[in-house]
């Protein structure tokens, strides 16, 4: 029997089914049933016969996606509504058109770029070690989505002031001869497939009448995530017509680094000044709290996104009020996460409906370790488990060749240098699978620190063997167990219970993400995604210190400001630390919030004495010595900690490693510089 399409809609859903055919836009927040809405829409156009189901082309940005649109596409009536993927519609449609545009002989697909990326880079004298070509090619698709040519890469770079893996130039340079391998061998990478069907449908009527003919209705879900090449083959799809249902939701705008922008979605009212707008705000899928504090994160929002966000409504019974822990350091947070899990599975909570979700792979070591030694079944979603990184591998084959020396009185440093030559540079590099890779050995390096603390007289050897233990442990059969997954992995996933781990400034906002404002927002809204995540038990933690006896040099998230309760233990213990209260304004009085308004020790909308001239000096110097170092100029000091040195004007060391940003290391590095330049100022 099939559903009755308009059964069971709240009005929101039934306003946005019901909408006649033409440009539709859902705003549609978390949980507020957006695959319910537009396969009902869907379904009820073809029942009420405006469009038969041939007609109808759905787009969304996973195979996984695509197939639940499928399935309840059949369950309502409407089978035979093209559901897919952008690339898998768009090589659906080059190879039909292809032999009437180009001839018989049709280009291969390219499924895997890095050995071409990898000649390309050779020919054009660049990087050709494994992490260089992986942020080479992770590059050209960016620049392929963005629609940027290679002569047009450096100027587009330089004014959208992106981190580039190498100078603009050079990075030019590979993708030119990238595109000219790939076409002296006829074959075709998957940003080729949309870039091809958009310039068929644009330069050939023949074929542009033939598939408007064919599709006359469209659908494209995740709206807020496409990229200017999607957008281009989706316009070129519709042609001069308006038939166009948009979903999507800007507060889960997380893609921006792949090309993805919000832009289209906010545009779309002014673009189609007679689409129908709807807004869905309930929430079905999370209770009360859990919708709460994700409202008070996201009305915290700056920018134009923030401008369109929606404010979730909850509609489900009031459940437990969201958790806030503070722990010692990340060993301490993982057992306590471990602890738990293992009770909530005790008290009847099913292992496949927990997840802990973190912002960065490299964390996952921890919470594998907890998990196995607790003897609780885990998965790891979306990447590889810590031990099996090709990059943890061939660091542990470097420690175990080497392990035959006689015992280092610093373990600790030994490791360090041993595994420099493979990758743990002093400061991250600029390139995010470079920067990923780096982490995951900083990670070995960390582990080093903390097995040091409580064993006396571990040496090389016993590390390896360490590894390998664990390593070996963390290898269980393939379970239905507790999900381990990135923040990014997490999204469109859900489960009864989310621990949010590991929310401290430095990765929750990450580092690099430091001195540029529309950064800083992607990682609140990434936040915001794992916060929805949560059915009913939301637990959020953080670590003072990476490893046991550490100082407790880290600052839980700023995003944390606002969301935690005042008369919770975890405010209270912050308070604590700064004499019994909230740090205030040294203008105002205020309490602080936010990192910055912590640099400044001032409120953002209160005046600011900054020395202009001294920030222009530190901002000449630090553009020469990254220059020098070879390293994006937010390694040295971001912009932020630069203001904050220009408007303190520290005198001494002590006033320097005052200013939040600048640790024992960094003072080191650049202490004696700074305070020259201040004392220049005098």
């Avoid at 009847?348 to 196995?372: C, D, H, K, M, W």
């Amino acid at each position: 029997m099939t559903a009755d399409p308009l059964h069971d809609l709240d009005e929101e859903q039934l306003a946005a089914v019901t909408a006649p055919r033409g440009p539709v836009c859902v705003l549609a927040g978390a949980g507020t049933g957006k695959t319910r809405t537009i396969t009902r829409r869907i379904a009820h156009l073809v029942a009420t016969g405006h469009v038969a189901p041939g007609q109808v082309l759905a787009v969304t940005f996973t195979a996984r996606a695509a197939g639940e649109l499928r399935t309840r596409l059949r369950a309502l009536g409407a089978a035979g509504v093209q559901a897919r993927t952008f690339h898998a519609a768009a090589l659906r449609q080059l190879r039909y058109f292809w032999p009437q545009v180009v001839g018989d002989r049709q280009w291969q697909l390219l499924e895997h770029k890095f050995r071409a990326v990898g000649q390309a880079a050779v020919r054009a004298r660049a990087g050709t070690d494994q992490d260089a070509v992986r942020d080479l090619a992770t590059e050209i698709e960016w620049a392929k989505s963005s629609l940027i040519t290679p002569a047009e890469y450096p100027a587009a770079v330089a004014r959208l002031r992106r981190d580039t893996p190498g100078p603009a130039e050079q990075v030019a340079a590979v993708y030119a001869q990238y595109e000219e391998l790939k076409n002296q061998a006829e074959m075709l990478d998957f940003d080729d497939l949309l870039l091809h069907t958009a310039a068929i449908l644009e330069d050939h009527v023949g074929v542009a009448e033939e598939f408007r003919d064919r599709y006359r209705c469209f659908v494209v879900d995740e709206y807020q995530d496409v990229t200017a090449l999607q957008q281009r083959v989706l316009d070129a799809w519709l042609g001069e017509r308006d038939d166009l249902t948009v979903v999507g939701d800007a507060n889960q705008t997380i893609y921006t680094f792949a090309g993805a922008t919000p832009r289209h979605l906010l545009d779309f009212p002014r673009r189609f000044p007679e689409a129908v707008v709807v807004r869905l705000q309930r929430d079905y899928r999370s209770t009360p709290q859990v919708v709460a504090a994700a409202n008070t994160l996201i009305s915290a929002a700056r920018g134009r996104v923030a401008g369109s966000r929606l404010r979730l409504e909850g509609q489900l019974p009031p459940g437990p009020d969201p958790d806030f822990t503070e722990h010692d350091d990340e060993p301490a947070e993982a057992a306590a996460v471990a602890r738990r899990i293992r009770k909530l599975i005790a008290d009847g909570t099913p292992a496949a409906e927990i997840a802990v979700l973190f912002r960065i792979n490299a964390q996952s070591e921890a919470y594998e370790q907890a998990l196995a030694e607790a003897g609780i079944p885990f998965q790891v979603r979306g990447g590889e488990r810590f031990f099996q990184r090709p990059e943890i591998r061939r660091a542990v084959s470097v420690l175990r060749m080497a392990g035959g020396r006689a015992a280092d009185d610093d373990l600790v440093g030994t490791v360090r240098a041993l595994l420099a030559p493979v990758g743990l540079t002093d400061e991250p590099p600029a390139g995010a699978s470079a920067r990923t890779q780096w982490e995951s050995l900083l990670a070995l390096v960390g582990l080093a620190e903390e097995l040091v603390a409580v064993r006396e007289g571990l040496d090389l050897p016993g590390f390896v063997a360490e590894l390998d233990a664990r390593a070996d442990a963390a290898h269980p059969p393939t379970v239905q167990g507790v999900t381990l997954a990135s923040l990014h992995a997490a999204k469109g996933l859900e489960w009864d219970v989310v621990f949010l781990v590991g929310l401290v400034d430095g990765t929750l906002p990450i580092q690099h993400a430091e001195g540029d404002d529309d950064a800083i927002e992607e990682e609140r809204r990434l936040l915001y995604v794992g916060i929805t995540r949560a059915r009913r038990v939301l637990a959020l933690s953080w670590a003072l210190s990476r490893s046991p006896g550490k100082g407790r040099q880290r600052r839980r998230s700023r995003f944390l400001h606002g969301l935690i309760p005042d008369h919770h233990p975890a405010s209270r213990i912050a308070e604590s630390r700064t004499g019994g209260s909230k740090p205030r304004c040294r203008v105002c009085g205020s309490p602080l919030l936010g990192a910055e308004a912590m640099k400044m020790r001032r409120c953002g909308d209160c005046p600011s004495d900054v020395d202009m001239e001294l920030l222009d000096r530190l901002r000449s110097w630090r553009a020469s010595t990254a220059k020098e170092q070879q390293v994006p100029a937010y390694v040295v000091f971001t912009d932020a900690t630069l203001a904050a040195i220009a408007e303190h004007r520290p005198a001494d060391v002590a006033a320097l490693v005052g200013i939040p940003g600048i640790g024992a290391r960094k003072l080191d590095r650049y202490g004696s510089d700074v305070l020259a330049l201040v004392a220049d100022r005098r």
